[in-house]
């Protein structure tokens, strides 16, 4: 059973920064990929960052491009989300998932497993 912890997050003033970390346990693939998705208030899901095992690939959302680095931890199985000069359009409930085929596009739903999220707020 694929278990999928996140962590951090918490209120923060526009400009400033916040880490979320993620750590994702009892899977046996050697090749999987990990990232955070993000919902506001009102509105959907949406795509936020994403990095495959080994941290040799990312890919990010353009509304955070410059701004969110995602990187592997020293521990394997934990990727961290570092984010700067928030603003408060990022004001959401974060997501980290995992996903077992590698795929940093989280494209099959199938195959992704979800952390139980934590709020993100930047106020002004």
């Known amino acids: 059973q694929v278990q999928v912890v996140n962590s951090g997050g918490g209120l923060v003033q526009v400009g400033g920064s916040l880490r979320l970390s993620c750590t994702a346990s009892?899977?046996?693939?050697?090749?999987?990929?990990m990232g955070w998705f993000r919902q506001a208030p009102g509105k959907d899901r949406e795509f936020v960052a994403g990095i495959t095992e080994g941290g040799g690939s990312t890919r990010y959302a353009d509304s955070v491009k410059g701004r969110f680095r995602i990187f592997r931890d020293n521990a394997w199985n934990t990727k961290n989300l570092q984010m700067n000069d928030l603003k408060p359009a990022d004001t959401a409930v974060y997501y980290c998932?995992?996903?077992?085929?590698?795929?940093?596009?989280?494209?099959?739903?199938?195959?992704?497993?979800w952390g139980q999220g934590t709020h993100v707020t930047v106020s002004s």
């Open positions: 009892g899977f046996t693939s050697s090749s999987f990929a």
């Open positions: 998932v995992f996903n077992a085929k590698g795929d940093y596009y989280f494209s099959d739903g199938a195959s992704n497993y």
